[in-house]
């Protein structure tokens, strides 16, 4: 029996400018995690997946070409990325990650169920290969994904993303406390990605400016990250939200979150992620994090979670 497992994921700043070639950074939330556990079948079975969150069970067909279940695809792509037949194995999938609300629950599932198949077949693909692996299972599901999530997901790494490029990693110069809030609601990334889609080729010369923003202030976030500055990266995450607003992607429940964190003492907050709905982060210090994490929940937040970045 082998597991394997992808943690959850968190956008810091430039989510939807990323998708226009902008740079975005996001880090792992190490702390939430997908898990796959391989186990072998009897002979002549096949591959089945188990969802157990869900109580489903996956049979895998190599050779169809249906773009059905996310999960599906992913095992079926691997097997014929490396020209192998089904192998007679049970990989059964849990997740601690909520879905649907802009922690990359979809991609940590599906490379922990990549890694688990890639690792009962000997480790043939590398992160490299099994990333590419992702990020198409991604475009299958979202349309157009700008990889950021799988990114983040495989390597399990703080990155500096711009669309296309090789991956950079970021230095984290002091300890990041962040608290994570869900308003709740769940929201489609491809819908939020289609709506500033909409408004980008509607009025050009007025959201250009504004992902050229977000671009130059995660340059220099990715600066104040590296510096240890908290105080100048709080600034910068709480004027991304200003922007993610003017691109229609936040909502009244995000707003209520943002303003109720930055009230009670957070040095920044802003959505994360698609927006529209799912989650926000709170950038906070120890002493502030109690402060801020009551504040969350009595302005409506389901769950809070924290996460600290860069502590080895
Ligand atoms: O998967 P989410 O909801 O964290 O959002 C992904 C980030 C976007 O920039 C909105 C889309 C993308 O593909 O980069």
Redesign the pocket.
């Known amino acids: 029996m082998t597991e394997s497992s992808a943690p959850a994921?968190?956008?810091l700043l430039?989510?939807?400018?990323?998708?226009y070639g902008r740079p975005?950074i996001a880090v792992p939330v190490s702390s939430l995690r997908a898990t796959a556990t391989a186990e072998p079948g009897a002979p002549g079975s096949g591959l089945h997946i188990f969802a157990a969150d869900l109580n489903q069970t996956l049979p895998v067909n190599v050779h169809s070409e249906l773009v059905d279940n996310a999960l599906i695809q992913t095992a079926r792509l691997l097997l014929q990325t490396l020209n192998r037949p089904a192998l007679d194995l049970v990989v059964t999938l849990r997740s601690q990650i909520p879905m649907a609300?802009?922690?990359?629950s979809?991609?940590a599932v599906s490379t922990a169920l990549a890694l688990a198949l890639n690792s009962a077949l000997g480790s043939p693909l590398d992160r490299a290969q099994i990333n590419d692996l992702i990020f198409q299972v991604?475009t299958l599901h979202?349309g157009?994904?700008?990889?950021?999530?799988n990114t983040v997901v495989v390597y399990e790494q703080p990155v500096y993303f711009v669309r296309g490029q090789p991956l950079e990693s970021v230095r984290i110069g002091a300890p990041l406390t962040l608290l994570i809030a869900d308003t709740g609601q769940g929201?489609l990334?491809k819908i939020?990605?289609g709506a500033?889609r909409e408004l980008y080729n509607a009025d050009p010369q007025r959201i250009q400016p504004v992902l050229d923003e977000i671009g130059a202030l995660v340059l220099e976030a990715r600066q104040a990250i590296e510096l240890g500055d908290s105080v100048n990266l709080g600034k910068l995450v709480s004027r991304n939200h200003e922007y993610l607003k003017i691109l229609t992607?936040s909502s009244p429940e995000l707003d209520i979150l943002v303003d109720a964190a930055l009230q009670a003492g957070a040095l920044g907050a802003k959505l994360?992620?698609?927006?529209r709905g799912?989650n926000m982060i709170a950038l906070v210090t120890e002493q502030t994090a109690p402060h801020v994490r009551t504040a969350l929940a009595r302005a409506g937040a389901v769950r809070v979670f924290d996460t600290t970045v860069g502590v080895t």
């Open positions: 994921k968190i956008i430039g989510e939807h400018a990323v998708v975005a609300s802009g922690l990359g979809g991609a991604e979202h157009t994904p700008s990889g950021i999530d929201a990334t939020a990605v500033v992607v994360s992620g698609g927006g799912g």
